[in-house]
């Protein structure tokens, strides 16, 4: 089956000429060939040889490979334009056909999407006058560089917004407006590594793999604790892992959710471990990974405060989740001290730099003014309890219909047992780790939705075990025996 | 005057409630006291004094300070709608008004913009249907992930495209779609580590900040270089710094265009440079930052080639400077074999996770295929052939007037005596470093709005020259003796 992946094949002598994949096929649909190389991909995954993989080239050698190359068979390939096509129209209005069809394909991926915590119910009708700008907040959010066209002041709305949700006053925080949640990791991290040069980068196990992505990029020590059956991180592994580390100081990465249970870390445990452990204020540096819960955790009852009244050094967040935008984005909000030992000055863009990218999006602040502003915390705080309430109601009709389940406190993801057909898996577009999989349950994912979902996994579940070649998996040692119901424990 | 950039003021009391600036002004004009404040900041500059600042606080305490704080009194406010908002349609009206001045400020900023490099002349309209979809090239671009609203297929045509115009074999090279060109010097020079590991990170001193902000990020041991007056690198400094450090390895950073200058390194002398010091090919890595240049050098007569078949590593471009993009985004090509020492395998997303961002932004790929398929090749050598006539045209009226000014070869970016009025700077959104300025000459720039400026300029500086208070300025330390038409060197 690998076979069908080869990247060692002979070289496309075309290469600087046409291609040899027709840009204009008449029956396009991106789709049906991608559909079947996922498959391939998901079975490696299933098989656990997802990794490189080593094979012998034609010299012998062993190269690695790399997986998916064949997307270059279904992509579009941009080819040069006919000298007449501007008379003819022919380029536009093959260019329309293909947008057209893009179009209903993503209207249908869109409809059957339950397994990323993305929003996908907006609407920035009002927005569109704008895409004829090319809008860049260039640098820093709080100083103007000499490029006009920017949307700072929108940006800053925004900022004040989230840093009066964690209750940091606007005097005393810096932020701006990322690329995405793992942006917003990478800066929270790199913070505290220059705060603390010499200190180790503590993150659960199940924490989002741009934390471990940042430990390797910024050449920091990192420690992995142990997780607990919720998802959250074992405080206990942690003390012991920090009082056999004493001698430097701590940076640690607190979930806000973890990315495939909901997990939401005990932060003021997290801190009194800390403190039990010897480290003092200035010897720990905390970032909490918020990206989809740092905005839903406000909004829910009884739940613990992420806030800057604690001893965090940084919150991130994710734009594109909760308040749902058309391309990814986030928030990264810090007290403004930190951000002085990163800062230097460009005079070429009279802005200092102290982002990442510095060259930023300046649509992704409209887009998030404009929800947060028709929102509100009462609009987010009705849409945080309807997730909630469908998620309990995703989770109660799996377990009645005998499927092993698990929703965490304060979380509105769903994880349960991975189902057993792949076709099943992408149609719906599952998340899956090992025998889990889960539904984050959006203010996008309605009951009828879930009722569509529940109706067709039963219904096919029942196909799968009737031949005796499937039974329910143990899910055991990912959420505990309790919400398993495989055969041994149900 | 820095009284007025205070960070150290009393908190403000209203944090949590609504805050104290109103968030509807009748006459909502933000960037009158952006003006102001770039003044300020510009005079900073100008003082050299931009750095963080020391000043004591309240309690005799020695802060540092950030400039620019001052954004919270010009940014719109995001504020809780009033319960009846949706009956009214109140709150809908409010922000339509806002949208509405901030396009007309933004069409102002538009037409008066020359300093970055930036093609401000696109037209996407018929992608605006799809501002609906959440799209999200998660993870590797050639890696289907299991989230089905994706641009893949669009993506990988656009780096088929970049990867034919350097020369690299379809089945011989990874990229993927960035969120800027600091992203891909990032991703470039971080590739560069990982092959060698203990390398030292060469850049010639005009390169752009983002090379130097890798270098303190991945914790590289990083040696800047001389530049000649035109901005290239000094080669004979190169292999001077090259053979006192020739037990490590070599990473290079090679300009295919400066920031201010426009000048392109000479990468074949580069390549003999580091070949003279003994470097063998195992022993070196370079990335090309061609950020406005990688795409345009392909284009013009005669131009050395930035192209795989030479000892190169990774090159990255902008996608919205050249090409024309309503946000931030560029272009990441190396060679297949250095992307797999970076690759780990992420199950969650079913995706190899080798880019820097994980989530990326699916809308960039559209705007890139849909440019690059009306243009072609054909389409962006007629642009960059205009671009560098206009940008004679103005190097040469500058001249005429009597105003020192430098046009590289190979370039578009006229480099010219900084002018003494910073209304007039911040009018034409000059990038301004020291006594220079510069104008790009993008796509967007024509002749008739060169004119409208070379007029203003000439009337303005007889003005700025009349009373005395200033002289033309001396260049020749930016742009050598030839270039410079100060009193002294005219």
């Avoid at 490029?147 to 606007?170: C, I, M, N, T």
Wanted: aromatic share 10%; charged share 25%.
């Amino acid at each position: 089956m690998l076979g069908s992946v080869d990247v060692l094949g002979s070289i496309d002598s075309s290469i600087n000429g046409a291609g040899v994949v027709g840009w204009l096929p008449e029956d396009f649909n991106p789709t049906t060939f991608i559909q079947e190389l996922v498959h391939n991909i998901d079975d490696i995954v299933v098989n656990n040889k997802c990794d490189s993989q080593n094979y012998k080239n034609n010299n012998g050698e062993r190269e690695k490979i790399v997986l998916g190359r064949d997307m270059h068979t279904v992509s579009l390939e941009i080819t040069e334009p006919d000298p007449d096509d501007e008379v003819t129209g022919e380029r536009e209005a093959y260019m329309a056909s293909v947008l057209s069809k893009y179009k209903k394909t993503l209207t249908e991926k869109t409809n059957f999407h339950l397994g990323y915590p993305y929003n996908l119910d907006f609407d920035y009708d009002a927005l569109c006058q704008l895409q004829h700008f090319s809008i860049n907040n260039l640098g820093d959010p709080f100083i103007e560089s000499n490029y006009g066209v920017h949307s700072r002041q929108f940006e800053v709305g925004v900022l004040d917004w989230f840093a009066r949700l964690w209750e940091l006053e606007k005097n005393h925080y810096w932020g701006y407006i990322t690329n995405c949640g793992t942006e917003g990791n990478l800066h929270g991290i790199l913070l505290g590594r220059e705060v603390l040069p010499d200190g180790i980068l503590y993150a659960s196990q199940e924490s989002h793999y741009s934390v471990f992505k940042a430990a390797r990029m910024y050449r920091m020590d990192c420690v992995k604790v142990n997780t607990l059956p919720s998802g959250q991180i074992d405080c206990h592994d942690f003390k012991a892992k920090l009082l056999s580390n004493k001698d430097k100081p701590a940076i640690v990465n607190v979930n806000i959710g973890t990315t495939v249970k909901g997990a939401v870390d005990d932060l003021d445990l997290v801190i009194k471990k800390l403190e039990e452990a010897g480290f003092s204020h200035d010897r720990f540096y905390i970032h909490c990974d918020g990206a989809l819960f740092g905005l839903m955790l406000p909004f829910v009852k009884r739940a613990p405060k992420v806030s800057f009244k604690k001893a965090i050094g940084s919150v991130s967040v994710s734009g594109h989740k909760f308040v749902g935008c058309p391309m990814p984005c986030g928030v990264l909000i810090t007290r403004l001290e930190h951000v002085n030992v990163l800062s230097r000055n460009v005079e070429y863009l009279a802005s200092r730099d102290a982002t990442i990218m510095g060259s930023r999006n300046g649509h992704a602040p409209l887009f998030l003014w404009y929800s947060l502003n028709r929102k509100g915390y009462r609009g987010f705080r009705k849409e945080v309890q309807k997730c909630l309430r469908n998620a309990h109601y995703l989770k109660d009709r799996l377990v009645e219909a005998g499927i092993g389940a698990m929703l965490n406190d304060l979380s509105s993801t769903v994880v349960f047992e991975r189902p057993h057909d792949e076709d099943f898996v992408r149609k719906w577009q599952l998340a899956c780790q090992g025998n889990i999989a889960h539904v984050v349950v959006m203010p996008s994912v309605t009951i009828s939705k879930l009722d569509d979902f529940l109706d067709e996994l039963v219904q096919n579940r029942a196909l799968w075990f009737r031949e005796g070649k499937y039974q329910p998996r143990c899910i055991a040692s990912d959420v505990g025996i309790n919400n398993c119901l495989c055969a041994l424990h149900s």
